[in-house]
Structure formats: structure tokens, C-alpha cells
């Protein structure tokens, strides 16, 4: 497909456990950028990626949070021990850069995470 | 920090009426803007986007212009659809904090009436 995929698109799962997201972004774009949708929060960056690197953590809420790129491709966004404020959407993002302002993002559809 | 703040929802209208939607922003460089658009069951759509002052961004009937003397890009339309119900985020990016991550503003959601 030419756009983002993102997997699974429903997570249910009880508290305490670890889950993982994917993100496929779209082929060739070199920045890819995690946000999580919350009905009191509304959308907040999480984590950028330049390549496989990641120069901005600054939005990961905290340590249990963590993700990784590789191939300068597919992302796994990890939360380990989950807590119920951990529901929420989690939507990744692609652009052709992340140095250059003016380049839309193309969104997944999101991982709607609930945590039970 | 940057921000973005847009005007309090939800938001009905009769079809055909015309459409306004407040956006305004803090930024510390100089930030292009963006709109939005998540229609029901749907993801995340880029609307409309203008990169400098005074630049108009469109499409689908849709206006925003970028207003850098008040800071502004507010969304219009002179005559919504019933398929414009959607979730509409105004956002910012500014390279000016090392990478291109985007800021939205909460979201306001527009229903339209036939």
C-alpha cells in the first residue's frame, strides 16, 4: 500500500502487561514521528525519528515508554507495564524529511489502545 | 513552547451555511501551518497547509490564509456539505525546534445538517 499501516489496529490488554505497536511508514520517507490521541490530552508528539535515530524523546510520557526504528523503515513503539491512562490512540506519522518544515505528514489510521 | 489554541466546539451548522474556524498560535521561529481533518472512522487527513505570511493554503472549497501580524489561520468555507462533518485540528510546525514534529491545537468537531 502507498500509505502508513500501522498494526494491530485494536489492542485490548490488562494492566500491568507489556504491549507493542508497529508502524510502517511510507516507502522513502526518512522521518517518522509517534503521537497519541486521548480525549483529555488531544494529540501530543511523542518520539521523532531521523533514520533509525531518534534526536527528539521529548513527548514519551515516561520510562515504560520507549521505541525503535529499523532499516531506516518499520517502527515498534513499546509500553511496558501499562497503566490505564495508557489508553488512548497512538498514531504514527511519515514525512520525506523531518528537517524542513513545510513537508506534510501522512498519517496512519492508529492503534486504539484500551487498557482494562 | 509552541502552541496553538483554536476556539471552543462542538460546532452545528445548517448545509450551505458558512463556515468559520478560529486558530491562532505562539511559535518561536517561523512555523508553517497546517489544518487537519479526520472524518468519522477515518484517519488523519492533511486539509490545507501555507508555509510563509500572508500565504493562502485551499482545498475542497476549503481557505486558510496565514496571518503573522495576529498570528492567526483561521479555517472558512462558504458553503459547508453534510460530508464536511469531520474532527478539524489546526497545527504547527517549526524546524526552529530541531525537527518538523507538529503541534495541534485540540480539535473542534463540525457537524453539518442537512
Known amino acids: 500500500g502507498a500509505g502508513v499501516s500501522q498494526s494491530p489496529s485494536n489492542k485490548v490488554t490488562e494492566k500491568g502487561k507489556d504491549v507493542e505497536l508497529r508502524c510502517d511508514p511510507i516507502?522513502?520517507?526518512?522521518?517518522l514521528y509517534w503521537y497519541r490521541q486521548s480525549l483529555g490530552q488531544g494529540l501530543e508528539f511523542l518520539i521523532y525519528?531521523?533514520?533509525?535515530?531518534?534526536?527528539?524523546k521529548s513527548g514519551l510520557p515516561s520510562d515504560r515508554f520507549s521505541a525503535e526504528r529499523t532499516g531506516g523503515s518499520v517502527s515498534t513503539l513499546t509500553i511496558q507495564r501499562t497503566q490505564q491512562e495508557d489508553s488512548a490512540v497512538y498514531l504514527c506519522?511519515?514525512?520525506?524529511?523531518?528537517?524542513?518544515?513545510?513537508?506534510?505528514?501522512?498519517f496512519g489510521d492508529g492503534t486504539r489502545l484500551s487498557i482494562l | 513552547g509552541d502552541s496553538v489554541t483554536q476556539m471552543e466546539g462542538p460546532v452545528t451548522l445548517s448545509e450551505e451555511a458558512f463556515l468559520t474556524i478560529n486558530c491562532t498560535y505562539t511559535?518561536?521561529?517561523?512555523?508553517?501551518l497546517f489544518w487537519y481533518v479526520q472524518y468519522p472512522g477515518e484517519g488523519l487527513q492533511l486539509l490545507l497547509k501555507?508555509?510563509?505570511?500572508?500565504d493562502k493554503g485551499s482545498n475542497k472549497g476549503f481557505e486558510a490564509t496565514y496571518r503573522k501580524e495576529t498570528t492567526s489561520f483561521h479555517l472558512e468555507k462558504g458553503s459547508v456539505q453534510v460530508s464536511d462533518s469531520a474532527v478539524y485540528f489546526c497545527?504547527?510546525?517549526?524546524?526552529?525546534?530541531?525537527?518538523?514534529?507538529?503541534?495541534f491545537g485540540k480539535g473542534i468537531t463540525l457537524s453539518v445538517r442537512p
Open positions: 516507502s522513502g520517507h526518512t522521518a
Open positions: 506519522a511519515s514525512s520525506l524529511t523531518g528537517t524542513v518544515s513545510n513537508q506534510p505528514q501522512h
Open positions: 497545527a504547527l510546525s517549526d524546524v526552529a525546534g530541531a525537527n518538523s514534529k507538529l503541534t
Open positions: 525519528f531521523q533514520g533509525n535515530s531518534a534526536p527528539d
Open positions: 511559535a518561536t521561529g517561523y512555523p508553517s
Open positions: 501555507a508555509t510563509k505570511a500572508d
